[in-house]
């Protein structure tokens, strides 16, 4: 009887690792994807204030079609991303687009002067660091989900129930990995 009992209780005691094991897995796939929505609302919000920053410069700056081009496609690539690595990508082209749009700016004055879009620009600026911050979180989320998947013991659960690794939010433009040059 007492050898049933040992049996039976390193059964329960398995069955309870399993549960634990599997909960705490889907607990951080659901963190990561909450993290990726996070990102996902600060973009949307960005890619809802680039046409209204292109507009009110179109009236200043009638001879920059290619700059709003580049920018109006961009940002329909980044719209139309279906997956982190994606996204990444195309949110690299958009921040290239943006830089140039940027420095094509500095050349007119009156734009710059602009109360609309001077408000415009600042409102960029805040998403930007909000979207920083959040591709932060992402990353963070990512990494322990990742670390969880490939870690002894719970790396048998997330192969018996597919656990997949999630991709990090990378800077694909190697520019941008640059420290910026300051001259006085």
């Known amino acids: 009887m007492l050898p049933w009992l040992i049996i039976g209780g390193v059964v329960v005691l398995l069955i309870i ?23 996902d609302v600060q973009l949307k919000r960005r890619h809802d204030l680039i046409p ?7 009236g200043y700056m009638k001879h920059e079609r290619e700059t709003f081009e580049a920018i109006t496609e961009a940002r329909s690539k980044a719209m139309g991303a279906n997956n982190v690595s994606e996204a990444s990508k195309a ?23 602009n109360q609309n ?17 959040a591709r932060q979180g992402y990353n963070d989320q990512a990494m322990f989900f990742n670390n969880k998947i490939e870690m002894f013991p719970s790396n048998i659960i997330a192969g018996m129930f597919n656990f997949k690794k999630r991709d990090y939010f990378e800077i694909e433009n190697e520019a ?5 040059k300051v001259n006085f």
């Open 17 to 39: 690792f399993l549960i634990a094991a599997y909960n705490s897995l889907v607990r951080l796939r659901n963190q990561v994807d909450n993290a990726w929505s996070q990102i």
């Open 117 to 133: 879009f001077l408000s415009l620009q600042e409102t960029l600026t805040s998403t930007e660091n909000k979207i920083a911050f």
């Open 52 to 58: 209204n920053l292109v507009e009110t410069a179109k």
């Open 176 to 180: 941008e990995r640059q420290a910026p």
């Open 91 to 113: 949110e690299g082209q958009l921040n290239d687009a943006l830089s140039k749009f940027m420095l094509v700016v500095e050349n007119y004055p009156d734009l710059k002067a």
